[in-house]
């Protein structure tokens, strides 16, 4: 018991914790407080978690009114597409959205292996549940809800659920 009180202790001092902290606080700061200030648009009655983070181009995400992301989600915008999430939509906790591949190499960092952008569309009303990916070209129409852990490639129309990997047409929600 003692022992382990011991290494816990050591691991607090050690240059290794300290590095991890400050990386934690920085991501923190750039990816989601600063990011804020520079988001497309943004509208005071957004619920953004704290560990909301935005990437790179925040400048390419708008959202509408009354939208609520949750934690621990990722949205990153590239530098040549946009995202759009309309009024009243509901983001689960660690959901994932891209308008890229991230297919780039090390050494040529601006040719993507893929090619593979686009812009991601969320309608009003939406509903997206946890653990959700949204990957480039994502259209999601009006009211329509995407289950837990579904993987979006492509268009999902108004009023309907998708769910899966990748996302299927469910139903139509009246």
Do not use: C
Request: charged share 15%; no cysteine; proline share 5%.
């Amino acid at each position: 018991m003692k022992v382990n009180r011991l290494k816990k202790i050591r691991m607090i001092f050690s240059l290794y914790f300290w590095k991890q902290l400050y990386h934690l606080f920085s991501s923190f700061i750039t990816g989601n407080v600063w990011a804020r200030y520079k988001l497309g648009k943004y509208d005071s009655s957004t619920d953004i978690n704290p560990t909301v983070r935005f990437g790179k181009n925040p400048e390419k995400i708008f959202f509408d009114k009354n939208i609520s992301i949750g934690f621990g989600t990722h949205i990153y915008a590239g530098l040549h597409s946009k995202i759009l999430i309309g009024e009243d939509t509901m983001i689960g906790p660690f959901v994932f959205m891209t308008t890229e591949a991230f297919s780039e190499s090390k050494a040529s960092p601006n040719n993507p292996h893929s090619g593979h952008t686009g812009d991601i569309i969320i309608g009003k009303n939406v509903r997206i549940g946890a653990h959700s990916v949204l990957l480039p070209g994502t259209i999601i129409g009006d009211g329509s809800s995407i289950g837990a852990s579904s993987v979006v490639t492509g268009e999902v129309p108004p009023n309907s659920v998708f769910v899966g990997n990748p996302a299927r047409f469910v139903k139509n929600i009246q």
